[in-house]
Structure formats: C-alpha cells, structure tokens
C-alpha cells in the first residue's frame, strides 16, 4: 500500500497539474486513466461494479463522487474535486484534492486552508489509545470555527484489499466517543462543503 500510495500522490500531483482552463473532466479522467495504468496496477475505481471512469471530479457545487463529463470544462476560478484510486499488487490506495482553477478568491483560500487544518488535525488524533470519535471531534471544531458545514451524509473510510472497508470516519461527532481506532488501518479522509451556517 505504501508503494501504491507513493506512486498514486504523484500522479494526482500530474493530473491537478493539468486543471488548467479550457480542459475538459473527461481529459483529466483520461491523463490519470493511462498515469495509473502505466503502475503495472489499475485504475481503482474502475473496480466499482458500473462505474467505468478512473477518477471522480467535482466542480463547484458537489462534494464527492462526481462523474467526469467530457461536456464539462474548467474555467478559471473553478473550485475543484478530484478523487482517484490505484489497485496495485492487491490493495486499493484511495486519494483525493481540491484545488481552485488558477488564482483563488480569498473565500476560496480560506475554505481550502479550512480543509488543510482540519485534516492535518484529524491525523493528529489518528494513533493508538485515540478513538475514531475524536478524529472526527477534532475536523469538526476546525470546519465548524470557520462557519463552514460538516458533510453529514459521507465519511472517510478505510482502505485495503477493498476500496472502502471499516472503519469508517466522519467529520463530525455523532454522540459519545465509543468506536475504536485500529492502528493498522489506514483511512480516507472524511468530506465538508463550503455552505455556511
């Protein structure tokens, strides 16, 4: 997973590389269909019963899972989503951003900084003696504190020899801290939008 994960963040890096004005979903979705191939491994989400593309992208308005149109082009000032994930040697990796098409708005930095600080302090609380409840405290007290939502409807998850497993992680706290968080899982990140309160 380690030498999968490595290789899929690099190609990520080319693909948002390559969101430029003018570029169409679909072409995005074919750089990073032939990038993962060119692995020896395969486009993980391809492995989806239905789903034949190798990446998920959303412009503006969605939060996960958007299916990549070649009708669809970007624009300069677009918020983006890309989501893509690698099957090597066996195990899924699993690996998403979101960039702004050219210079961002400081509305636009400032919900992309939001998304940094809460991930980098749901990792923080990731390590053994810690439950998945204060991963999930921890990202909801940074999006909330900057008036933006907690995606309510999607969590991260585990990742392994299936693309989505246990546990699962969302970005907010529902009740009391209860679940246990394994140290040999590894997980993806959890979801939040930018509607405000």
Known sequence: MREGGKMLGRILNQVVASAKPGVSLH??????????????????????P????????????????????????????????LDTGLFYQGFHTDTSTTVVVGKPSQEQQHFLDTG??????????AK????????????????????FN??????????????????????LLHGKLQVGLSPQKMVAPPDYSSTLF
């Open 50 to 81: 239905g789903y034949r593309w190798a990446t998920c992208i959303n412009v503006n308005a969605g939060v996960v899972h958007g299916i990549p149109h070649p009708h669809l082009t970007l624009k300069q000032g677009d918020l983006v989503s």
């Open 116 to 125: 940094k600080r809460a991930l980098s302090q749901g990792i923080a609380q």
């Open 150 to 171: 907690c995606a309510r409807h999607l969590t991260g998850h585990g990742i392994g020899q299936n693309l989505h497993q246990s546990p699962m992680i969302p970005c």
């Open 128 to 147: 053994p003696g810690k439950r998945i409840g204060h991963i999930s405290q921890a990202m909801q007290k940074i999006i909330e504190a900057a008036r």
């Open 27 to 48: 072409e995005l979705d074919s750089l990073a269909d032939t990038l993962l191939t060119q692995t020896g491994g395969e486009p993980g989400f391809k492995r989806v």
